[in-house]
DNA sequence: ATTTAATGATACCTTTAGGGGTTATTTAAA
DNA sequence: TTTAAATAACCCCTAAAGGTATCATTAAAT
């Protein structure tokens, strides 16, 4: 009932990274405020880029910069990216495909909080996480 | 983004058990009707019991049970007896403890989707899930 | 050209969730 | 009292997620 670590490193990465969408950030920088394991950072850095969400300029004075307009990156292509997950189609009780013969009262239940949970991710953009002030992009302790 | 399998296995035992509680289970039974791997089944049931939400009843003609009044086992329960993660303060960027001077909007937007979802599971007791017909419980195909 | 500060690639290690196998124990029924 | 049908206990296997280590490559600065 969470999401993986490697998509919540996911968030913060990203969501840091908006503050600022015209800087480079090195991942010695990310990883200095975003309490991240070095080498996992990394990796995953190299794999954002991979995705289309990040790219990255090798060399001295390089590092990684969002790929895409701010208000072109939801939420959800940051989950989708980092854990392909969500998409399944699994309903309460992890049923694939459903052994009944009528649906059941979760069933209803259960998919409004997805759907509203999913809404969310789908229509929230990084650019939306800065208007409203979203701070992991102002104040680190 | 969803429950483990052992949670989702959790859950249709006991909304299975739940139809009439005053029936014994036996394995085999639950493994005939719930698509869950026997050996598993069985040691989830022994878990099961340990946690006090089923009674075993061990010999010939034994099976399992459900261990209290159906309205006094919510779905929440079954979800912490399974998986100890929902209870767990973790943020939207997965943070423990809060890195930022000020929260971040992602704060009472996710934590508004999160205590949706802990209320469902919280008020949600097995007598509700039948009284509403919650047909895993009904007729299966 | 050489150095240095950055990322890229790859392979390995560790932990945990999920699953399986075997033998012991219990108890109703024959 | 023996047998059969059930659960209990214990140990091991596998795959995937999370994390680490090492070396190669790039490109600006000197
Ligand atoms: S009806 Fe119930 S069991 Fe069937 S798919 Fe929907 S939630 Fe799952
Ligand atoms: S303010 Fe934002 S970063 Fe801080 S705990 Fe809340 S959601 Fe997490």
Redesign the pocket.
């Known amino acids: 009932m969470n999401?993986?670590?490697?998509?919540?490193?996911g968030l913060r990465i990203m969501s840091y990274m908006s503050l600022d969408n015209s800087k480079?950030?090195?991942?010695?920088?990310?990883f200095n405020n975003l309490q991240?394991?070095?080498?996992?950072?990394?990796?995953q850095?190299?794999f954002l880029?991979?995705q289309g969400l990040?790219v990255?300029?090798?060399?001295?004075?390089?590092?990684?910069q969002i790929a895409k307009p701010l208000h072109e990156i939801t939420l959800l292509n940051i989950v989708e990216a980092?854990?392909?997950?969500i998409p399944e189609n699994k309903c309460f009780f992890g049923f694939h495909d459903c052994p009944l013969t009528e649906k059941c009262s979760m069933h209803d239940k259960w998919g409004d909080v997805r759907d509203a949970t999913l809404e969310i991710l789908r229509t929230t953009t990084l650019f939306d996480l800065n208007k409203e002030k979203c701070s992991i992009n102002l104040s680190l302790k």
């Open positions: 999401f993986t670590k490697t998509t919540e490193y480079l950030y090195t991942a010695n920088d990310l991240i394991p070095f080498r996992y950072l990394r990796k850095l190299n880029s991979k990040l990255s300029i090798q060399g001295k004075q390089g590092g990684y980092t854990d392909e997950v």
